[in-house]
């Protein structure tokens, strides 16, 4: 329940961070935070933000450059200041932690311009500024009342001014792809550095060369953690920020439509919130929940068709090459309806073939996962790609060797989902097309969840993949699952932005370069999408890579990953997901079962996350506590145990987590619940030794500890695949450490004895 209570409000006319006298200020609950907000002679709406007395943002303009209207930029007079305060705590329906506090301080500033003619309307342009304890949000509204009605945006002007030459972990500005490497750099440098960032892809429009894509880490000299990021981007473009090197500011750049139109509004609206995350930790940063609370609260009623997910894949065999997509050779180019498949002849390399999914299946229900996806399941992979076919899938027909209704009952039988896959091919007007026929497909064959992707320029013709129309596809197809009950991980789609929070059946999202990069991905790369892409929302960054030479997965192909085989098993907790991914191929798992356990054992939801190390570009080591309430349905589910008791128990490893809650109150005294958690760790290219105390394991229990670590001579070069396990038992008093090899890392479970 929401509670709104009084305000808490300053009024002050002192000259910090050089805001005019008479400016306007709001503080954090916990009073560290100050936002200050004028209007100059001018007219021009300003704000400044500083933690603790020392400025944080300097003062930084605010406003709209319009097509064809006269700008919002200046001329403004302040009409009006309210404030208010907010404080709930609200529970997400998966996530880090199993509830979330939403406190903040809010001010609305309302500012108009006199209409240009007698009897006209005013220009009426509120602020709204919310001020948490780690960090500020605010977006642009316009009210109905108004003499912009429908108004086409040019620019959005709004400024951050930064109080000096920080240090920054960022990708290249971008309207169609975050599927890059992060560098890590002056803010100064970033220019020198954009043109080397390009890598192939289907789909890249690099803007500015001092341009960078939203969520921003910076650290100043003094050591303070500053994100920029946005929350709730809905019907409205995605932003880069753009830095001016000589006054060290950043300004918004948003993603045109084909037509070069920025954001085409229709009052009353309102932006996406703008944010500064402000922590004195780096650890902070990693427990900010921000984003996630300027998102609308849940818009699903019914949520118990929502589950997380661990699933594997027909895939990592496509992507290393060892398998293909596509069914046959015989054409340049296919024509869905034409072409008739049954006639050609296969090549003999398509990997979702009825026995190969069917050996999948037998490996992922042995091993105790709830889902598969499959891959390359439909008729049209032989051009999808590159050709930019406005018709290229029709989404519900398979090739003639992938029986769907007989390998769903297969896998159904065994306890396994298989996952829906759509390639849009980046044509979203022909997924539109055939949208209600491909979700109402699923429901017929009890499919729950859908991988989609938008790989290579987007149809409509010059829009992009951040532009608002594609923004509001994106929505849609969020929107129309969920009438389905339709779970959705959209690869190539926007970067998240907390709507998570409000479309909870949004459990994934790639949006960032993932494994499918392979020996691209520099080590290093997964300590810093926790404090940047993360922010928004999961990743499925498909973890899980235990042979990192490809020749070996793939013959004839190239490549090795840069990783340990115990650096992809801390990811598993070190990157928060709702749907996790054992990325490779069962024949490689078969090769190191005793490692291959963390995978089965671990969780995918989680009532408590703590952070307990952490840097960007060097090192994080997370502690998590899972959520009983949600188990996994299919690795973990109410259970009978051999001697009659009821529990929740982890069908791949028969541990008891805790009792069901169907569970009589008779079960419930004879069958106490056992605790556990995990512990996970990850390092970038350099090795490292982290010591960490034990002291969020319950006082005056015992755990029997499992560490899978780096041998003491792996390193990711030169020997990858060389770990330890070793077992303990340990308490709430006992610290460990742990050494890291060069992009190494570990894994550990605690579990009650
Ligand atoms: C790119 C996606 O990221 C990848 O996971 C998928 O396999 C291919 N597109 C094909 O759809
Ligand atoms: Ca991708």
Known sequence: MAVISALAVLSCTTKTNNMPEGSTALRSPDGKLELRFAVTEAGVPEYSLSREGAAVILPSSLGYELIGLDDLRDGFALDDTAYNTFDEVWEPVWGEEASIRNHYNELLVTLSKAPRKEGGKPTVMKVRFRLYDDGLGFRYEFPMENSLTYFNVKEELTEFALTGDHTAWWISGDYDTQEYNYTE????????????????????????????????????????????????????PTTNLDLDPRSMTLRTWLTPDAEGVKGRLQAPCHSPWRTVMVCASATDVLASRLILNLNEPCALEDVSWIHPVKYMGVWWEMITGKSSWSYTDDYPSVQLGVTDY?????????????????????????????????????????????????????????????????????????????????????????????????????????YNAVKSGYVGNIIPYGEHHYSQPLINHYHYAIVEAAKHHIMVNAHEAVRPTGLCRTWPNMIGNESAMGTEFRSAINPGHTTILPFTRLQGGPMDYTPGIFEQDMSVTAPGQEGKMRHTLANQLGLYVTFYSPLQMAADLPENYARFMDAFQFIKDVAVDWDKSIYL??????????????????????????????????????????????????????????????????????????????????????????????????????????????????????????????????AGGFALSLREK
């Open 613 to 742: 190390q952490a840097e960007p570009g060097a090192y994080i080591v997370t502690a998590r506590h899972p959520k009983l309430s949600t188990l996994n349905k299919a690795a973990e589910g109410t259970s009978s145990l051999p001697d009659g008791k009821v529990g929740i128990v982890n069908n791949a490893t028969r541990f008891v987590y805790a009792l069901s809650e169907k569970a009589s109150a008779r079960e419930l005294s004879k069958v106490r619940a056992r605790d556990v958690w995990y512990v996970g760790g990850v390092t970038d290219e350099n090795e490292r030794e982290v010591s960490f105390a034990l002291d969020f394991l319950k006082p005056g229990l015992k755990y029997e500890a499992t560490l899978y670590a780096d041998a003491p001579d792996a390193d990711f070069e030169t020997n990858p695949q060389a770990y330890t396990i070793t077992h303990s038992v340990v308490s709430s008093e006992d610290s460990l450490t742990v050494r890291m090899a060069r």
């Open 342 to 446: 049954a006639k050609s002849n296969p090549h003999g390399h398509h990997g979702a073939n009825n026995e190969n999914v069917r050996r999948y299946i037998d490996f992922a229900a042995e091993n105790g996962f709830d889902g598969l996806l499959i891959e390359g399941w439909n008729e049209g992979w032989e051009d999808w790609f590159g050709a930019q076919k406005d018709y290229v899938f029709d989404f519900v027909t398979p090739y003639p060797d992938f029986d769907l209704p007989a390998l769903n009952a297969y896998a159904h039988a065994r306890g396994i989902r298989l996952i829906m896959h759509h390639e849009s091919s980046s044509s979203t007007v022909n997924y539109e097309r055939h949208m209600e026929a491909a979700y109402s497909l699923m429901d017929k064959y009890g």
């Open 185 to 236: 750099s002056r803010l100064s440098e970033i220019a020198s550095h954009s043109a080397g960032m390009r890598l192939s892809n289907a789909s890249q429009t690099q803007i500015s060369p001092n341009a960078v894509q939203t969520a921003l880490q910076m650290k100043t000299d003094d050591g303070l953690y500053i994100n920029i990021h946005e929350a709730a981007v809905l019907d409205y």
